[in-house]
T-cell receptor, first 116, second 118 residues
Framework: AQSVTQPDIHITVSEGASLELRCNYSYGATPYLFWYVQSPGQGLQLLLKYFSGDTLVQGIKGFEAEFKRSQSSFNLRKPSVHWSDAAEYFCAVGLAGGTSYGKLTFGQGTILTVHP | GAVVSQHPSRVICKSGTSVKIECRSL??????MFWYRQFPKQSLMLMAT?????????EQGVEKDKFLINHASLTLSTLTVTSAHPEDSSFYIC??????????????FGPGTRLLVL
């Protein structure tokens, strides 16, 4: 069965510092990969997604992610974090086969705290 | 971007009562809606998928008689937790998608409903 692992439950960075959130997946076929952000009281917002093609994907709010098939990873990065980036981030893999088509499997989430 | 609302945002009920949660797509027609459940410090777990006008498809282990889903229109899906018990206390999140199934169609998520059963 497919699974998504976010090894870091909580990350703290200083404002202006770079950020990398890790995501590893286990899936038997080419995955569709997503990163979502969840702020308190708000729904999950899509940051970026990977379907195929260029393995470096650009998203909103200055985020990018790189798909590395050999490492089964899809890490999220941002060169300079802003205080408003503090939130919980979820990595997800989309299922494209059979009755599971269109469904998302989420990682456990990483809470990002930003110090001024 | 597209907006999905949920109502109520928070509900407290007594054990044995039923609770209805609404999920609405405000500015687009949602062919498919998904219902998720999120326990504290855990991931979102898909409960069921509903397509407008047809019966919902439930994930393994989810009791369809306990979690009734109705997707009667292209902008509204409801989740009813019947005879709720304390173990049903959780954060329920819906998402909506305009398209028929392609991943090119983004899922838009609601803000969630916190259910507490006493």
């Amino acid at each position: 069965a497919q699974s998504v692992t976010q090894p870091d439950i909580h990350i703290t960075v200083s404002e202006g510092a770079s950020l990398e959130l890790r995501c590893n997946y286990s899936y038997g076929a080419t995955p569709y990969l997503f990163w979502y952000v969840q702020s308190p009281g708000q729904g999950l917002q899509l940051l970026l997604k990977y379907f195929s093609g260029d393995t470096l994907v650009q998203g909103i709010k200055g985020f990018e992610a790189e798909f590395k098939r050999s490492q089964s990873s899809f890490n999220l990065r941002k060169p300079s974090v802003h205080w408003s980036d503090a939130a919980e981030y979820f990595c997800a893999v989309g299922l494209a086969g059979g009755t599971s088509y269109g469904k998302l499997t989420f990682g456990q989430g990483t809470i990002l705290t930003v110090h001024p | 971007g597209a907006v999905v609302s949920q109502h109520p945002s928070r509900v407290i009920c007594k054990s044995g009562t039923s609770v209805k949660i609404e999920c609405r797509s405000l500015d687009f027609q949602a062919t498919t809606m998904f219902w998720y459940r999120q326990f504290p410090k855990q991931s979102l777990m898909l409960m069921a998928t509903s397509n407008e006008g047809s019966k919902a498809t439930y994930e393994q282990g989810v009791e369809k008689d306990k979690f009734l889903i109705n997707h009667a229109s292209l902008t509204l899906s409801t989740l009813t937790v019947t005879s709720a018990h304390p173990e049903d206390s959780s954060f329920y999140i819906c998402s909506a998608r305009a398209g028929g199934g392609s991943f090119q169609e983004t899922q838009y998520f609601g803000p969630g409903t916190r259910l507490l059963v006493l």
